[in-house]
């Protein structure tokens, strides 16, 4: 069913049957990192507010702050995000859940959504979730975590392989997602859908010349390593994920220039910031 | 003329169900993991190391995406190799094999933390004999950090010096040397060929095995065109942990590789295994060197499936299945099941999870369709249960896969909830 058919079909019934419905919500889920403050150091607050105010109660989000540098199902990763929306939709009575994932968090919410019998609290969650909005996820993994992976284990000790990567970075290289996705995850072509929509915003491109505008937008980015990162990725990418990953899994609602002001692109740094009407369009979506 | 609700079509479903024993499994496929025996003793295994103590079920409308067939088995290309140095031998030069113009240098401390500050003022670059300026200004080559890359999302040591070649030519050997480095510090050089015709191939047929299975890989040299046995071959399971490693075989015709998972798995923590193949191969004076990695699901045979299996439709669509559990754990069993329309065409109905933590010894899982879902599809029996799949959550193993499953009422074929029957 299309995005735009399921989007009436919600319309609809708020309208018939609000009065009786309980309280729409918001969650921002962070991507790969160990967040205390994503509100600041993530999202910043002029984009989660700028979102939030199409909310019908403004003071029904939540911005988690979990360690997703953990493998996805890890207590610290999807447990804790688990705990922060169970407790978010019991606190505040959200029962229209609409979550908004960035890169990895797509992951960690996606494990939540696939893997409903591992934690008891997962099925609440799933029941009360409208949709994911899933902003650049890296659903198939990218070959710049396979780069830095490192060593050659017939010359250097065994030890090598854990020497600095984190799990998040590990997990997320190609053939790892090709194993989780194949196993434990579902939305991929070919598997089962997720239990809920997990929408894909693709960004296709990297603006970084400081003669354009368009890179200045969520912070200039120093983009003197674009030229080598670049050499892992398809044409079609953001700076870190190519656009197969990014729409891998569940369904594609946008490339970015389809629907942002001017028809501009969103690197992997912008696609988490208020950047050429990102947060108008995610805000007229709750 | 007696007419019936849906409640008693329901009931005449269940009837239908526990009378002429309906459950059937289809044969198991060649495709299907099995496990046709649990051992006589405790399996080595590790931990379980699940959370949830409670049981938990869940099923939610089938959908399949077929936009693209279902995924077969890992499979893995590369165009980059690493090699391990140290200070003192990158000091004295490296000879790095190239394919083709163009490729990307990255040089690093083994490990994150070891506080060197590599100077680029103590790197001299030569391809083929001739010397290359490392300063952009004298139309060289452009030297990024660490921090450069890092910023980009790619996550290498601050300890990294990185560049690329020139994109024209036909170059075939790099002499990389580097001064400065403690003489024993451990370091990494990643060569990376975006523009090389050559990369390595490993693939699989599977993603998952079983302690004890055997294991095969195709592996391989390519121009995408031609496929060529490397003429050195190097490749090992390793453990998650990395802290284990074992042999693999290559095949007679240099295309495969073979072993066995070992019997006993060691307590190596969370993540996958990983297949690691080092290849090198010659074509005309091109020396092609390819490093190449897969990851695989490998677990302990801590339960199986003793193919006993029950349906009932007192709550909607219940499924039970017999679990022989050898050591105790948290397991689930996942299924998809598909109903009937009144076409009499198989549609996708549900797909549905059940999980418990389960003794040694005899036991049930669960599913179940509940009557809303079930009564919203339309769809009636027989049902079939597809891509049926027992795990070990806690070690987040795949055990057992039944592809074709089970049918469950065959002989009532074209009843649905609200139809009206004569009888």
Redo the contacts between chains.
């Keep these: 069913m299309s995005r735009f058919i399921r989007t009436g079909i919600a319309l609809l019934a708020l309208l018939t049957f609000g009065s009786v419905w309980s309280a729409t919500g918001v969650a921002f889920v962070h991507g790969t990192g160990k967040q205390t403050d994503a509100l600041n150091d993530y999202w910043t607050s002029s984009m989660v507010n700028s979102v939030r105010q199409g909310l019908p109660n403004s003071a029904n989000y939540i911005v988690i702050n979990c360690d997703f540098e953990q493998?996805m199902?890890?207590?610290q990763a999807a447990?804790c995000l688990a705990g922060q929306l169970y407790n978010f939709i019991n606190s505040r009575g959200i029962s229209d859940l609409v979550v908004l994932t960035h890169s990895n968090g797509g992951n960690v919410m996606r494990w939540i959504l696939s893997?409903?019998?591992?934690?008891?609290r997962?099925?609440t969650i799933?029941n009360n979730t409208r949709w994911v909005n899933a902003l650049a996820p890296s659903s198939l993994g990218t070959p710049?975590a396979?780069?830095?992976?490192?060593?050659?284990?017939?010359?250097?000790s065994?030890?090598?392989?854990?020497?600095?990567?984190?799990?998040a970075?590990?997990?997320q290289?190609?053939?790892?997602m090709?194993?989780y996705?194949?196993?434990?995850l579902?939305?991929?072509?070919?598997?089962?859908?997720l239990?809920t929509g997990f929408w894909n915003v693709v960004g296709t491109d990297v603006v970084s010349g400081f003669w354009s505008s368009n890179a200045y937008c969520g912070g200039y980015?120093?983009?003197?390593?674009?030229?080598?990162?670049q050499?892992?990725l398809d044409s079609c990418s953001d700076?870190?994920l190519n656009c197969s990953s990014q729409n891998g899994a569940g369904s594609l609602w946008f490339y970015d220039h389809w629907r942002t002001s001017s028809g501009r692109k969103l690197s992997?740094h912008q696609s988490r910031r208020n950047c050429f009407n990102l947060d108008v369009i995610l805000r007229n979506d709750l | 003329m007696i007419k019936f609700t849906n409640l008693s079509i329901l009931l005449l479903i269940a009837g239908s169900v526990s009378a002429a024993g309906p459950v059937e499994w289809m044969p198991a496929g060649a495709d299907d993991l099995r496990i046709e025996s649990l051992p006589a003793s405790v399996p080595a295994a590790p931990p379980s190391r699940h959370a949830e103590s409670e049981p938990v079920r869940f099923a939610w409308p089938l959908e399949i995406d077929r936009s693209a067939p279902a995924p077969s088995g890992p499979a893995m290309e590369s165009r980059q190799y690493w090699v391990d140095t140290t200070g003192l031998d990158i000091e004295k030069g490296l000879k790095l094999p190239l394919s083709s113009a163009g490729a990307i240098v990255r040089i690093s401390a083994l490990h994150a933390d070891s506080g060197l500050m590599l100077d680029a003022a103590g790197l001299q670059v030569d391809i083929d004999g001739s010397a290359l300026p490392v300063t952009e200004s004298g139309g060289g080559i452009r030297l990024v950090t660490g921090r450069d890359l890092q910023a980009q999302g790619m996550s290498v040591p601050t300890d990294t010096l990185a560049f690329q070649l020139p994109e024209q030519g036909s170059p075939r050997l790099l002499n990389l040397q580097l001064a400065g480095a403690p003489a024993d510090q451990p370091m990494v050089v990643h060569v990376f060929e975006p523009r090389s015709e050559w990369f390595g191939t490993l693939s699989a047929a599977r993603h998952d095995y079983l302690a004890g299975q055997n294991i095969a890989l195709d592996v391989a040299l390519s121009n995408g065109d031609q496929r060529f046995a490397a003429q050195s071959v190097q490749a090992v399971l390793v453990s998650p942990d990395a802290d284990q490693a074992w042999p693999l075989e290559l095949s007679s015709d240099g295309l495969g590789l073979q072993g066995v998972v070992p019997q006993e798995l060691p307590a190596s923590g969370p993540g996958l295994y990983e297949v690691h193949a080092y290849l090198e191969g010659r074509q005309g004076d091109t020396l092609i060197r390819r490093d190449l990695k897969l990851a695989l699901g490998i677990g302990a045979a801590t339960a199986r499936l003793d193919h006993s299996a029950s349906a009932s439709m007192d709550r909607g669509l219940m499924i039970d299945f017999g679990v022989e559990v050898a050591t105790s754990g948290r397991f689930q069993m996942s299924a998809q099941v598909w109903g009937t329309d009144a076409g009499g065409e198989l549609r996708p109905l549900a797909m549905t999870q059940s999980a418990a933590v389960l003794a040694p010894g005899a036991n049930q899982l669960q599913v179940e369709v509940p009557s809303d879902l079930l009564q919203a599809s339309g769809l009636v029996a027989p049902f079939e249960v597809r891509d049926i799949e027992l795990r070990d959550q806690g070690r987040m193993s795949l055990l057992e896969t039944r592809h074709a499953g089970l049918v469950i009422g065959s002989e009532r074929a074209g009843l649905r909830p609200g139809s009206e029957i004569e009888y």
Excluded: C
Excluded at chain 1, 146 to 156: K, L, P, S, T, W
Excluded at chain 1, 181 to 184: G, K, L
């Design positions: 493998y199902w890890d207590s447990g893997n409903p019998t591992w934690d008891s997962y099925p799933i710049l396979d780069a830095v992976m490192q060593g050659n284990i017939f010359e250097a065994l030890g090598w392989l854990l020497g600095y990567q984190n799990d970075v590990r997990m290289q190609v053939s790892w090709q194993n996705n194949a196993n434990w579902y939305g991929t072509a070919g598997r089962p859908s239990p980015q120093y983009q003197v390593g674009l030229e080598i990162t050499n892992w700076g870190f992997h």
